[in-house]
């Protein structure tokens, strides 16, 4: 009777039912109502936020080019506010305007000068700058320059700053260029700023483009009421010159709106012809898309907007193409949760016609048995629920610990939905790593029935590893046997991987993943006890090796392309040694570019040298920086144990040692550790010490050595050298003192005590009546590329009292041949100060004839070696011959250094040489010694220098 009643139940069921087919019709048209109401939500949100994004754009291109006109304007009423502003005003105030604005290429006054002012302008402006003329462009606008035409008037580049960079410009005539002349005109006629259109910049090798914004310049503080009077009153422009991709460039880049590749950015301006071209495009404008795009209803978007710049009409274009299926993710998932839920719906309607009689009737059975087990237990499951923690309870009776009850939390932590792990055994989240010791003894207090805590590794759903606290309690009935397990989880995972990084950040560098100091010194412990032994004697055990590697030259990676361009080397040295050592061997980064190796199983110094060269020729391959290829030395220095120590520090200090030797010695090079470098190591850090005390202890003394005039044989200046007077050494000469002084930077100190106390003695001779004595004072290489020398200098000249022309700086030729402009700036400097400049040494370094020109230098100082070599052979006559006609014919006067015979005075004094100083005249001496050969005045040579 059950099975036929089963049967007959069955039949209504079959076939598709009127209430599944219209649940399906109906969810099918809701899915199309709502994919099209998604789309067109989507399309109108998509031009929202690309309207947004453009108008960003717009707005902060649109500012710059405001600020640029700002800038011009301020330029210009730094002229109303007075009408004799000097070229170091002008600097003082334009530098840090083109400071502050990085797409400023220059701030240039424009002077009118008429056809009759021309002469007398350019012989001025050459009295600063040699060979200056008034120049303009090459037919045709190209960015080349040639002396300029006679006309009856020219718009001359007359302040520029900053000069670097933009040196072409100082003295071009802008009203030779049609272009910018009717820029001038127009600016003039209207008394307000005008921008030029697009023109090749000057600056560059003319391969970049720009505008120049012209403010003209009256006399007077007011402008002039009407045209007419304004070009009356005019006598010239400030312009703002400007890199158009620089400043849209930069100014995008910096906010971070260049990141978005889909956006393409195009600025148009005119031409020089009227035309509007393109200024500046950054990305690729979208093209048209093909049928998926079409089917998808997809179409780039375009926002265009024109804006004016002081008179200009310019215009922004931004394209963005819409990014496949980007815009149409949730009508895609409305359209597949649409087809989901209808078939899902019309087969549940289906199921129910089929089963709702049987379901209604098991849930009248069952209603009332619920109610009476869910009363008891709501209250007890809904404490569980609100856990932060994932609670378990575990069926204690069969096999596999089943687990009965999940709360919320289980899914945030393991990512199981808590009625998925129901039924399920507890070894689930455990994982295939069930052979830890932490689990086996969880396993044992579940068969013993009994509390237990461990520290156990589980894993969630995605198979991501967890470290876990887990509490497991047993759970009674009332006659006493356990039924249950309730197992209680605490997620640890953040403080323990936390603590694991603090571990490893104690042992290893961060930079380059290599062992650091304190992982160094427990491996080459390590390595010791480990060495294998024919016998108990340390000597008859196998070698330790200790070698400190350091890159030659790595300093200049930092000082040229910047610390990280210095950090991608270390790694990539890091890398390149760590695969060249065996397993066995350890590599250490022990600071800055110090490497460190520990080297095992090599038996004799021919083995462990092989094994370096290996590490050496890795290192020495080419690195590929950016568009810079470069390639390091290093030297390396090899201490052993026990040999050279028997533990780590010991044997690390050593190899440092050895290290030093290797620089010492040339650089690139290995050397093994010998005793006698301890002994040579320790005296060089006594001196180093004894020279960082000197200063404060007062040891530094000057001596004086006088400069005599060879054509009335009177003294005319002296040149101050420093003396070290040791408590315990006696007299230091500079020679063994002034390499470690530039080595530690202690150079610097040192020279500005010299500068100081030289100036103040020269100024109280001065004040004694010894007439305008000049003082020379050598700079050092690190001195001169201070940023505060020009300060430091002016400073000491206004705390002394000493006129700038009675101080003498000399330069050595090495330290300007290495960032010649630079120099050449800094020199310039000095000489708008007014102090003497002289070259040191001339002849021994980097000399350049093209250069030397270009130096604003008073006196060659000739070498002591030409002076000893001119008698004795007829080619060091002709050079000293040359040198002396050479700085003669550049308008310099000429000093011979180290003049110790008669024979040698006489012959410079028929060569035409100006002035010498040697010991023919007088050695270097102390202030009282010197002061009386000044009082003398006039001084006789020695016939002998002995």
Known sequence: ?????????????????????????????????????????????AEAEFAQRAGVRVAAVTRAFAEAVDAARAASLLFRASHRITRDEFDAFALPLVANHGYLKA????????????????????????????????????????????????????????ILGNAIVFGTDAWAYPALRRVSQNAIDAGEPVASPLVTLLQGGGGRRGILITVPVYRGSERPADVLARRAAVVG???????????????????????????????????????????????????????????????????????EIAGSNWQVVIDEQPRAFGRHTAELVALALGLVLSVTAATLVQQ??????????????????????????????????????PILLVDAGAPGYPIGYANPACERTFGYPPHELGGQPLALLVGADSDQPAVHGLCASLRQQREEHALVTLHAR???????????????????????????????????????????????????GLANRALLTDRIERAIAAAPASSAAPADRAPVWVVLLDVDHFKLINDTLGRRAGDDVLRLLATRIRRTLRPLDTAARVGGDDFVLVLCDCGDERQVATRIQQVRDVVAEPLQLGEQQVVFGCSAGVAAWPADGADADTLVKHAEIAMYRAKSDGRNAVQFYAPHMNAQAFDRLALESALRHALHEQQFTLHFQPQVDLATCRVVGTEALIRWRHPQLGTIEPERFIGLAEETGLIVPIGAWV????????????????GPLRIAVNLSARQFAEPDLMAGVERVLRETGLPPGSLEIELTESMMM??????????????????????????????????????????????????????????????????????????????????????????????????????????????????????AGHIEPHASAA
């Open 755 to 770: 500068l100081q106390t030289a100036c103040r003695q020269n100024r109280h001779w001065q004040r004694g009546g010894l």
């Open 818 to 935: 290495g960032d010649i402009e630079s120099a050449i700036h800094t020199m310039h400097c000095f000489k708008r100060m007014g102090v003497t400049l002289s070259i040191d040494d001339f002849g021994t370094g980097y000399s350049s004839l093209q250069y030397l020109k270009r130096l604003p230098v008073d006196v060659l100082k000739i070498d002591r070696s030409f002076v000893q070599d001119m008698l004795a052979s007829a080619d060091g006559a002709a050079l000293v011959d040359a040198i002396i006609s050479l700085a003669h014919g550049l308008r310099m006067h000429v000093i011979a250094e180290g003049v110790e015979t008669i024979e040698q005075l006489d012959f410079l004094r028929g060569a035409g040489c100006d002035q010498v100083q040697g010991h023919v005249y007088s050695r270097p001496q102390t202030v009282e010694r010197i002061e009386a050969l000044l009082r």
């Open 107 to 162: 701030i240039v006054f424009q002077r009118f000068v008429s056809a009759a002012e021309r002469p007398a302008f350019e012989a001025e402006r050459r009295v600063f700058w040699p060979d200056f003329h008034i120049r303009e462009r090459a037919p045709g606008g190209a960015a080349t320059l040639v002396r300029a035409g006679e006309r009856p008037r020219y718009l001359v580049n007359d302040y520029v700053a900053p």
């Open 1 to 45: 009777m059950r099975n036929a009643y089963d049967k007959g139940s069955a039949l209504p069921g079959r076939g598709l039912s009127r209430a599944a087919v219209a649940t399906c019709v109906l969810g099918l048209t809701l899915t199309g109502a709502l994919c099209g109401g998604v789309r067109m939500l989507e399309s109108r949100r």
């Open 352 to 389: 129910r016609v089929a089963r709702t009689r049987r379901i209604e009737a098991l849930v009248r059975q069952r209603t009332a048995a619920l109610e009476r087990a869910t009363g008891s237990l709501r209250v007890y499951e809904r404490a569980m629920a609100s856990s932060a923690n």
């Open 237 to 307: 422009h400030v312009e703002v010159v400007i890199d158009v991709a620089l400043l849209v460039g930069g100014t995008l880049h910096a906010v971070r709106l260049l990141d978005d590749a889909a956006v393409a950015l195009s600025l148009l301006g005119p031409d020089t012809a009227g035309q509007m071209v393109t200024a500046y495009r950054h990305g690729s404008v979208p093209g048209p898309g093909g049928w998926a795009s079409r089917l998808r209803g997809d179409k780039p978007l375009r926002h265009s907007e024109s804006f």
């Open 462 to 512: 995605d198979g991501a590893e967890l470290i876990t606290d887990v509490y497991i309690a047993p759970v009674r009935r009332a006659d006493g046997k356990v039924s249950h397990f309730v197992v209680t989880v605490y997620d640890v995972t953040t403080a323990k991987r936390y603590e694991a990084e603090l571990a490893r950040h104690a042992h290893y560098d961060t930079l380059t």
